[in-house]
């Protein structure tokens, strides 16, 4: 039975932004080896949209307060990427990682999964 999903970041700097999830974020963590960190997530949920490009895939961290979310991540020197934009489904940003990518950030308007 399947019981859990492993999402993989690839970053230019993997360190920085392992340091991010950590000290930044406070996400709970064990060392695979070799300072290998592996990431605890929050409960997640998954949807599959259409398109007429080729498939992607993307990564949005939940919030329940998308303002207050920011404030205290901006207090912390996470750089916000987008301005909040208003969409059919919630309140989206984007921040930027230390290594130079990006994660999408949301407080849902729709039912939740979890």
């Known amino acids: 039975m399947i ?4 999402v993989i970041i690839y970053s230019r700097d993997p360190e920085a932004d392992r340091a991010f999830f ?7 963590h ?5 300072g290998w960190l592996i990431f605890k997530l929050p409960p997640a949920e998954l949807a599959l949209h259409p398109t007429e490009g080729e498939p992607a895939h993307e990564l949005f961290l939940m ?3 998308v303002a207050a979310t920011m404030a205290d991540l901006a207090a912390k020197g996470v ?5 909040v934009t208003e969409e059919r489904w919630g309140l989206r940003t984007a921040l930027r990682l230390p290594g130079g990518g990006e994660l ?3 407080e849902p308007r ?4 979890i």
């Open 79 to 83: 750089e916000f990427t987008i301005p």
């Open 22 to 28: 950590r000290d930044t974020l406070g996400y709970h």
């Open 63 to 65: 919030c329940d307060d």
């Open 3 to 6: 019981n859990g999903a492993h």
């Open 30 to 34: 064990v060392d695979a080896g070799h």
């Open 104 to 106: 999408g950030l949301y």
């Open 110 to 113: 729709h039912p939740v999964a």
